[in-house]
């Protein structure tokens, strides 16, 4: 299995891709535009890996396996501190494309969320699209590529990537050694790739789904018990955020050799993670909160339609069975104050009091 067998079926785009490597056409930067998630951040450890190993990507040799280990010296990952991406970040990213390979004939930067560039950080990086050294590559991942500056989209060669389908995810993830049954289920509730491997992957994120689901399922007694759901949830985060602390250290325990990082840079490196992990969790439990939300209104249309939690169908009915009259516009209102609330996460809102306000909006709306 060579480095591109880890990615969703895109023949169009691999396929260009590929070519650029066989034939060393490299272009000097690219833009990964058209989906978020795993996609595209795979397609480019792939084709950074590609342009590095000296067999074209392997897949088994040691710079394949430092490249996916995110510990290569010649690959540097620059990820958003939060919703955006910094100016400081973006002048790093400069500065590391400027530098010359250390231990191969290419450097790559993979520059993740570059449409979060506000217009300052996008003119400070034009100086790396408009004067990159020859042994460097720039990949952008960009699925909003038009909030990019005509001036640096227009640098780049666009490579446009599309959400795999959920037959094309459960088929990747069974190659990966998922039981079909499992890969099925974390495809059809996952919505996304990212989000069906970590549900197919991950016991803890299952559980928690599974809770979440029930909880928001069973009637909310009172305003309380609304604000005590609001309070487990939070503390799951924390939970997320120290586990994501102990996966570094082992990480960096298992591959002291191979880097070496100023406690500095480690300990930022970290916070990006933890706060990167948490937003992506967060992200998913509003998302499994809307689906309930979503069931119960199909379901209070009519009980026999198909339901996205078919797992938990028969609570979901029988909580539709006793809405009160009116229920799909208070419904509709809820899934509204969801959303509200979504936008205020990602704009680093304060995760307790915003999740208490999703839980407080389910009390409102169906009781």
Same mark, same amino acid.
């Given at each position: 299995?060579?480095? &591109?067998?880890?990615?969703?079926? $895109?023949?169009?785009?691999?396929?260009?891709? $590929?070519? %650029?490597?066989?034939?060393?056409?490299?272009?000097?930067?690219?833009?990964?535009?058209?989906?978020?998630? #795993?996609?595209?951040? %795979?397609?480019?450890?792939?084709?950074?890996?590609?342009?590095?190993?000296?067999?074209?990507?392997?897949?088994?040799?040691?710079?394949?396996?430092?490249?996916?280990?995110?510990?290569? !010296?010649?690959?540097?990952?620059?990820?958003?501190?939060?919703? @955006?991406?910094?100016?400081?970040?973006?002048?790093?990213?400069? #500065?590391?494309?400027?530098?010359?390979?250390?231990?191969?004939?290419?450097?790559?930067?993979?520059?993740?969320?570059? %449409?979060?560039?506000?217009? *300052?950080?996008?003119?400070?990086?034009?100086?790396?699209?408009?004067?990159?050294?020859?042994?460097?590559?720039?990949?952008?991942?960009?699925?909003?590529?038009?909030?990019?500056?005509?001036?640096?989209?227009? #640098?780049?060669?666009?490579?446009?990537?599309?959400?795999?389908?959920?037959?094309?995810?459960?088929?990747?993830?069974?190659?990966?050694?998922?039981?079909?049954? +499992?890969?099925?289920?974390?495809?059809?509730?996952?919505? %996304?790739? @990212?989000?069906?491997?970590?549900?197919?992957?991950? !016991?803890?994120?299952?559980?928690?789904?599974? +809770?979440?689901?029930?909880?928001?399922?069973?009637?909310?007694?009172?305003?309380?018990?609304?604000?005590?759901?609001?309070? &487990?949830?939070?503390?799951?985060?924390?939970? =997320?955020?120290?586990?994501?602390?102990?996966?570094?250290?082992?990480? @960096?325990?298992?591959?002291?050799? &191979?880097?070496?990082?100023?406690?500095?840079?480690?300990?930022?490196? =970290?916070?990006?993670?933890?706060?990167?992990?948490?937003?992506?969790?967060?992200?998913?439990?509003?998302?499994?909160?809307?689906?309930?939300?979503?069931?119960?209104?199909?379901?209070?249309?009519?009980? +026999?339609? !198909?339901?996205? *939690?078919?797992?938990?169908?028969?609570?979901?009915? +029988?909580?539709?069975?006793?809405?009160?009259?009116?229920?799909?516009?208070?419904?509709?209102?809820?899934?509204?104050?969801?959303? $509200?609330?979504?936008?205020?996460?990602?704009?680093?809102?304060?995760?307790?009091?915003?999740?208490?306000?999703?839980?407080?909006?389910?009390?409102?709306?169906?009781?």
């Amino acid at each position: 299995m060579t480095v &591109w067998s880890a990615v969703a079926v $895109q023949e169009g785009p691999i396929g260009l891709l $590929q070519r %650029d490597v066989a034939t060393g056409r490299v272009a000097h930067a690219y833009l990964f535009s058209g989906a978020a998630g #795993r996609v595209p951040l %795979d397609a480019a450890t792939a084709f950074a890996a590609a342009l590095v190993c000296a067999d074209g990507g392997c897949g088994t040799c040691e710079a394949c396996t430092r490249i996916r280990r995110r510990s290569h !010296p010649d690959v540097v990952l620059i990820e958003p501190a939060g919703m @955006q991406l910094l100016v400081d970040q973006v002048r790093d990213a400069v #500065r590391e494309a400027s530098r010359r390979p250390v231990a191969g004939a290419r450097r790559v930067i993979v520059v993740e969320g570059a %449409d979060r560039m506000n217009p *300052n950080a996008q003119n400070s990086f034009l100086k790396a699209l408009e004067e990159p050294p020859p042994s460097t590559t720039i990949i952008l991942l960009a699925p909003s590529p038009d909030a990019l500056l005509d001036t640096v989209r227009s #640098r780049c060669r666009e490579v446009t990537f599309r959400t795999p389908r959920p037959d094309e995810v459960t088929t990747l993830l069974v190659s990966q050694g998922i039981d079909e049954d +499992e890969a099925r289920r974390s495809a059809r509730i996952g919505g %996304d790739l @990212q989000r069906a491997s970590t549900l197919a992957t991950d !016991p803890d994120a299952r559980a928690l789904r599974s +809770e979440l689901v029930a909880r928001v399922v069973a009637p909310l007694r009172d305003g309380g018990d609304a604000l005590e759901t609001a309070e &487990w949830l939070a503390a799951k985060m924390k939970e =997320l955020r120290d586990r994501v602390a102990d996966v570094q250290k082992e990480e @960096q325990e298992l591959h002291k050799d &191979w880097t070496k990082e100023p406690k500095r840079v480690a300990d930022d490196r =970290l916070r990006r993670e933890q706060r990167r992990a948490e937003q992506d969790a967060l992200e998913a439990s509003v998302d499994d909160i809307a689906s309930v939300l979503r069931d119960l209104l199909v379901a209070y249309r009519d009980p +026999e339609a !198909p339901v996205l *939690n078919e797992e938990a169908r028969s609570g979901i009915v +029988e909580r539709a069975q006793h809405l009160r009259p009116g229920a799909e516009a208070r419904i509709i209102a809820g899934l509204t104050e969801i959303e $509200q609330s979504r936008r205020r996460l990602r704009s680093n809102a304060n995760v307790l009091l915003t999740l208490e306000s999703i839980f407080l909006a389910l009390y409102r709306q169906l009781t």
